[in-house]
């Protein structure tokens, strides 16, 4: 027995859709939580799988978890106890490293098996470690588990050989409690960890230079409680938006950060998509007449790496070649096989896959190799003349709250069925 999601396609989108608070931020966010010694109340929390796994691996912790409101959660880390991570629950996200940092942060030791996630082609977390092992802590790698213990953990200058986001964010968790001051140079940008670093500033810490390349972390001895309202996920407001470039007359999407998607903008508008943005929402409608463009994904402000598969099913309606360079995940290219499947004309020679249009696309059967991926066969299956069926669809539910929910409210023929 397996749950499917099918769409018949081909209907006009009409309406608005709310966008759910930040996955990428909310996965570091509940993390970061277990650094307080006192309760942290988040708001926005987005219904996914992920949180679900974090959650679990909180309860393990022996940390009081609950909510009264639906995107609520309250982490109270009172009584908590640090206990190696060796369940299941770890496996089945790639952002339980960040409870690495964090109980490395508030412990100085940490046992936690290896993180699981997307495969998206090589993912190594070299750079997580030599910043552990700068601020003076031990790291072993044995059967599958990281046992990373510190006698003291000693502010230093730590340079990253990429803006990796874990990277930064972990080093961050870690350097809080350190003594003396941590600079992380080259550091990422990305909005989820300027929120990552608001939390921690709430609860006491004293962190600058949130949203440049150089973070500056002066320790502090005691991390507090706090409130927080978790930032807009712009990716899921990205994938709201090439949806509708693809099939919409006009959707409004609102709690929106549109800056947080400038570069996703301006390549729809290159396109040839018309987009009005204003201060929290932002309006699309479709085009006939798409032209094909050029992408190449990098590190915040740049064009997003999560975005480059649901616009490569749309690429598939422009006319002319675009091109898809990557230079984050050189192999995140799973989503071309299967848009070929439909009919698209793509091919790939890692970095770079090219798309030919406009081509039309045929309903079939594709699989979500990857969360994005699954987000690229929705907009693909909208597209599509018959009935897409997507299989393997707990990656999207790891990362899109009600999905094909929204999508049915502004007139897409989407929904679920467990097939044999
Ligand atoms: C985060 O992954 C996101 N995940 C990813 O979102 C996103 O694709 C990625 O950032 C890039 O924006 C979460 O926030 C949970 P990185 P992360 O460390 O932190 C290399 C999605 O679909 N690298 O910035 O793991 C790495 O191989 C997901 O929502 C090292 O070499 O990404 C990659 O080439 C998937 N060594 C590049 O840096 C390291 O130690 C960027 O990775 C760490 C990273």
Redesign the pocket.
Known sequence: MEEVIRIEGGHTLNGTIRVSGA??AT??LIPASVLATKPVRLVGIPNISDVKSLKKCLEYLEIDVSSTLSDEIYIDPSHMVNKPLDIEAVSKL??SYYFMGALLGKYRKVIIKMPG??N?G????????KGFEALGAKVDYTNDTYTITADRLKGTRIYLD??????TINIIMAAVYAEGRTVIENA?R?P?IIDVITLLNKMGASIKGAGTNVITIDGVKELGGCFHEIIPDR?EAGTFMILAAAMADHVTLENVIPYHLDALMSKLKEAGVHIDSKIDYVDIYRSDKLKAVDIKTS??PGF???LQAPLSSLLTQATGISTVTET??PERFKHCEQLRKMGANTSVTYPKATIIGKTPLVGTDVWAT???CGAGMVVAGLLAEGITTIHDIYHIDR?YENLDGKLQEIGAKIWRETID
């Open positions: 996955k990428n996965v570091a790639r952002a996630g997307c998206l090589p993912r190594p977390i070299d750079l997580h470690i990429f803006a990796s986001v874990g990277a990422a990305e989820e990716i590190p915040y997003a790496t999560d984050i995940y990857d969360l994005r990362g």
